[in-house]
């Protein structure tokens, strides 16, 4: 099982539409947890922090479960900018090893 | 350009060969971090630095992989006897904090490796 997973997609959405990832994690001493964007062919570059309390950022909304172990990413009022793989990242107590998700690829449609 | 930066940024080798690829952090970043990318697939660890100790390396990671960071600056990447499934994007990361924090993540603009 991989530490961190995630729904490859594609998600296709209509421009405007409300889309939301879900990302779920295996190790209990995961500590902080991140959402990063990465663009065709580019490199990953952060998005948001995820906080115990939930945070959003503009349109954006991010949110965390620990009982469940997942976070989650609410994009609300899609642009054709959005369209990117976004991965789910997690760190693990005691280390600072980042771990990646698959990423979830987005394509918001005209 | 203050950001990481990778040299070179595309290599073609062909199997058997050594490859070594370089990494310049971002100057104040203590943490240096080596991750392999593939097509429709995440980042996947491979090893990180603080300063020029070399904390985990990735178990996946056979030992012809060997990396350093002789002075806590910049940091090589070094696959011996290159085998076609090492063929990926190789991405250096850099970032800062004091202990017990985890702190964004800065991303090169990656080496790519295509073994022939």
């Known amino acids: 099982r991989k530490e961190v997973e995630q729904d490859p997609g594609p998600f296709n959405v209509p421009e405007g539409a409300t889309v939301a990832f879900n990302c779920t994690y295996s190790?209990?001493?995961?500590?902080?947890f991140f959402w990063y964007r990465q663009d065709c062919r580019k490199e990953p570059k952060l998005l948001m922090s995820?906080?115990?309390s939930g945070n959003e950022d503009g349109r954006f909304t991010a949110q965390l479960n620990r009982a469940s172990q997942y976070i989650s990413l609410l994009i609300r009022d899609s642009k054709l900018s959005d369209s990117a793989t976004y991965l789910c990242?997690?760190?693990?107590?005691?280390?600072?090893?980042?771990?990646f998700g698959t990423g979830t690829r987005l394509k918001v449609l005209a | 350009d203050t950001g990481v930066s990778q040299d070179p940024r595309h290599k073609i080798t062909k199997r058997g060969q050594n490859v070594t690829f370089r990494c310049d952090p971002i100057?104040?970043?203590?943490?240096l971090y080596w991750y392999r990318q593939t097509l429709g697939q995440g980042p996947e660890f491979l090893t990180y630095?603080?300063?020029?100790?070399?904390?985990?390396k990735s178990r996946l990671l056979s030992d012809r992989f060997s990396a350093e960071r002789p002075k806590g600056s910049f940091s090589t990447l070094e696959i011996q006897r290159t085998e076609q499934g090492d063929s990926a994007m190789y991405l250096c990361?850099?970032?800062?904090?004091?202990?017990?924090?985890?702190?964004?993540?800065?991303f090169g603009e990656g080496s790519r490796l295509t073994v022939l």
């Open positions: 190790n209990s001493a995961s500590q902080s």
């Open positions: 995820v906080y115990s």
């Open positions: 100057s104040e970043h203590n943490r």
């Open positions: 990361a850099s970032s800062s904090g004091t202990s017990g924090e985890t702190g964004e993540l800065f």
């Open positions: 990242v997690v760190t693990i107590w005691g280390t600072y090893k980042y771990i």
């Open positions: 630095f603080q300063n020029e100790a070399q904390l985990e």
